[in-house]
Nanobody, 126 residues
Framework: QLQASGGGLVQAGGSLRLSCAASGFTFDDYAIGWFRQAPGKEREGVSCISSRDGSTYYADSVKGRFTISSDHAKNTVYLQMNSLKPEDTAVYYC?????????????????????WGQGTQVTVSS
């Protein structure tokens, strides 16, 4: 089970931190990813972190602004989002995909993930 939280309304240039709490599976055997879906658009991969070795992935659109991290003691992954833009407005979802080593082969693809959490709304006003 994955529980996403931390969304909200923020002005452009502001920051939010999303959390994804995992339970019911061995956290260290999975990579945890964040996806987002804006109205009328497809769900897109934003970032991913491997619980095995800490390898990370970022979509080009968020590089330098978003930072993903994990707390193994809490089985929780965080997405720190800085310098938010109106185009970051979306429902954000976290997901887990099993890995043997490193990251998923394609961390940006929905098909790579086994478990999904409910979404959390992020709205960035201009």
């Amino acid at each position: 089970q994955l529980q996403a939280s931390g969304g909200g309304l923020v002005q452009a240039g502001g920051s939010l931190r999303l959390s994804c709490a995992a339970s019911g599976f061995t956290f260290d055997d999975y990579a945890i990813g964040w996806f987002r879906q804006a109205p009328g658009k497809e769900r897109e991969g934003v970032s991913c972190i491997s619980s095995r070795d800490g390898s990370t992935y970022y979509a080009d659109s968020v590089k330098g602004r978003f930072t993903i991290s994990s707390d193994h003691a809490k089985n929780t992954v965080y997405l720190q989002m800085n310098s938010l833009k109106p185009e970051d407005t979306a429902v954000y979802y976290c997901a887990a995909g099993s890995v043997v080593a490193g990251l998923l082969r394609r961390p940006d693809l929905i098909q790579e993930y086994d478990y999904w959490g409910q979404g959390t709304q992020v709205t960035v006003s201009s």
